[in-house]
């Protein structure tokens, strides 16, 4: 058990909808970051938060939206969704930048 | 740019042998972190094995080790006496810090299959 927590762990939705994925870092952990993951592929990073404020933005559409929260909890909003948005979702918590990330189990998305 | 390069996209070996991952990255800085990441079937992201940069010992976590060359920019992971459970995919991992965002880069990875 990393200490990393997301919910849910799946998720079946229809195109066109949005849907929040959640993340409860480790106890202690300002740094939270979100991943996703297509089937057969390696990870893409999306977006980092430290202590509540954006620090890092990747590949992240513009349909998605996330924030950290005062008790540091993170949501990741994904709206309009398509087929393509189709992955696992990772969420990574680590006590600051430049150390090592402890990742949840992943919120398995599916769009139909 | 700094980048996690993984050449190898897979592998497979006998259980009980030892196997080498191999990894090359890309940074200007002098103090930094790299790290293994495993990732079995079950999806699960499972830290490995880190490495400080300013440290010449070389990280050691029971069957697992690396070899870790400064100069050269590279970062193997030896598994030594695998075991069938080493089956997964292993991610090479580097904080990038380029052009004042941070963020945690992986390597496309390398699928690992150990055979009876």
């Known amino acids: 058990d990393s200490g990393v927590t997301q919910t849910p762990k799946h998720l079946i939705t229809a195109t066109g909808q949005r849907v929040t994925l959640r993340c409860s870092p480790r106890?202690?952990?300002?740094?939270v970051y979100w991943y996703q993951q297509s089937l057969d592929q390696g990870l893409q990073f999306l977006i980092q938060?430290?202590?509540?404020?954006?620090?890092a933005k990747g590949n992240i559409l513009e349909r998605f939206s996330a924030q950290q929260f005062p008790d540091l909890h993170s949501e990741l909003n994904l709206s309009s969704l398509e087929l393509g948005d189709s992955a696992l979702y990772f969420c990574?918590?680590?006590?600051?930048?430049?150390?090592?990330?402890?990742f949840g189990q992943g919120t398995r998305l599916t769009v139909v | 740019a700094q980048t996690v390069t993984q050449s190898q996209p897979e592998m497979s070996v006998q259980e009980a042998e030892t196997v080498t991952l191999s990894c090359t990255y890309d940074?200007?800085?002098?103090?930094?972190?790299l790290f293994w990441y495993k990732q079995p079937p079950s999806r699960q992201m499972i830290l490995v094995i880190r490495?400080?940069?300013?440290?010449?010992q070389n990280a050691t976590e029971n069957r697992f080790s690396v070899n870790f060359q400064k100069a050269a920019k590279s970062f193997s992971l030896k598994i030594s006496d695998s075991q069938l459970g080493d089956t997964a995919m292993y991610f090479c991992?580097?904080?990038?810090?380029?052009?004042?965002?941070?963020?945690?880069?992986f390597g496309k990875g390398m699928k690992l299959t150990v055979n009876p």
């Open positions: 106890s202690g952990d300002l740094s």
């Open positions: 490495q400080e940069a300013y440290k010449q």
């Open positions: 938060y430290y202590n509540g404020e954006e620090r």
């Open positions: 990574a918590s680590s006590v600051r930048v430049h150390t090592e990330a402890f």
């Open positions: 991992a580097f904080p990038s810090t380029q052009g004042g965002s941070e963020k945690l880069v």
């Open positions: 940074t200007s800085e002098n103090n930094y972190y």
